[in-house]
């Protein structure tokens, strides 16, 4: 049997899940038979990971209430985005973020039905939050009048995170300043009120500013004060600076661009909306697990 082959988003998703969670999508699927594979029989996976009995399966099943015990985190990740698309067509308005135990509603629901509605965009938002459950932390050697001394760095703090553009070689810039976008959007958008709490000092935030700036002047951020920071503080001066560090990152990539790194070059103009839907997804399905989900307490 010629068994059709998925496409190059379906397969990107494929990839990334395991026997588990292809036996949640398929529960007759044995783990060797081809012909049982999810979409062999031409069922489409964004439907799939839509659907209100593969929801229930991953967050409403798990006897120990823990969705990431029964599947992978890219899973439960997918399952949270596509089901928050599908709410989105009758949604009025989400959550905006405003201020350290400050929200109001947005009502431009629109913006968002149309950045959800890219399946790029979709398998971006789910890459981006599984990521952050397997958080990257080491040091590397940097050279000093004295010898060499350790420079640690954390994928979860952003100062540390930004060092690293001072001590790498230029090839590995583009990964450190993805990754800062990265981590500038997840912080902004899933936890902005730890965010806020927290703040920068002056010499933190120096070095945020530099790095923002690194090679391009177009990349250069301005202070938190101004009108493109607004009031919004810490969270302000990482919404800006994680435009601009994805600017960045996407200008140093070599041509042509894969697909599923091209959503970088439009996140300088729609970093907002990525924010907000991961706002939103995390009001509605991650906010129970958030703190041990991804390592940061809020307390």
């Known amino acids: 049997m010629n068994i059709p082959r998925p496409s190059a988003i379906d397969a990107a998703y494929l990839d990334h899940f395991t026997g588990e969670d292809l036996r949640l999508l398929d529960p007759n ?3 060797s038979d081809l012909e049982r594979l999810p979409l062999a029989n031409g069922e489409r996976l964004d439907d799939l990971l839509r659907s209100p009995q593969i929801f229930e399966s991953v967050f409403m099943a798990s006897a120990t209430g823990d969705p990431l015990l029964g599947a992978s985190p890219f899973f439960v990740f997918a399952v949270a985005v596509h089901r928050a698309a599908s709410e989105l067509d009758a949604t ?3 959550s905006e ?11 431009d629901v629109a913006r968002l039905r149309t950045f959800m509605a890219e399946p790029w965009h979709r398998l971006f938002l789910v890459e ?6 397997r958080v990257s932390s080491g040091s590397v050697l940097v050279p000093t009048r004295r010898g060499f001394r350790r420079q640690r760095y954390s994928d979860l703090d952003p100062v540390r995170l930004a060092a690293l553009l001072e001590v790498v070689p230029e090839a590995e810039w583009p990964g450190v ?7 500038a959007l997840f912080l902004t958008g899933v936890f902005p009120d730890h965010v806020a709490r927290r703040g920068f000092g002056p010499i933190e935030e120096g070095r945020l500013l530099r790095s923002g700036g690194r090679g391009s002047d177009r990349a250069r951020p301005t202070g938190p004060g101004s009108p493109a920071v607004g009031d919004r503080g810490a969270v302000g001066l990482l919404e800006e600076l994680g435009r601009r560090w994805y600017r960045h990152a996407f200008d140093l990539l070599p041509r042509p661009v894969a697909a599923n790194v091209a959503i970088l070059g439009e996140l300088p103009e729609r970093f907002d909306e990525a924010r907000r839907m991961l706002g939103f997804i ?11 989900w991804f390592g940061i307490s809020t307390t």
Not at 97 to 107: C, I, K, T
Not at 128 to 133: G, H
Not at 282 to 292: C, G, K, N, Q, Y
Request: glycine share 10%.
């Open 92 to 94: 009025s308005y989400v």
């Open 282 to 292: 995390t009001e509605r399905f991650l906010f129970p697990h958030r703190d041990s």
């Open 128 to 133: 981006l939050l599984a990521s952050y459950t």
């Open 177 to 183: 300043l993805r990754r800062l976008g990265d981590l």
């Open 97 to 107: 973020w405003l201020g350290l135990g400050r929200r109001a509603p947005l009502f």
């Open 29 to 31: 699927w044995n783990g």
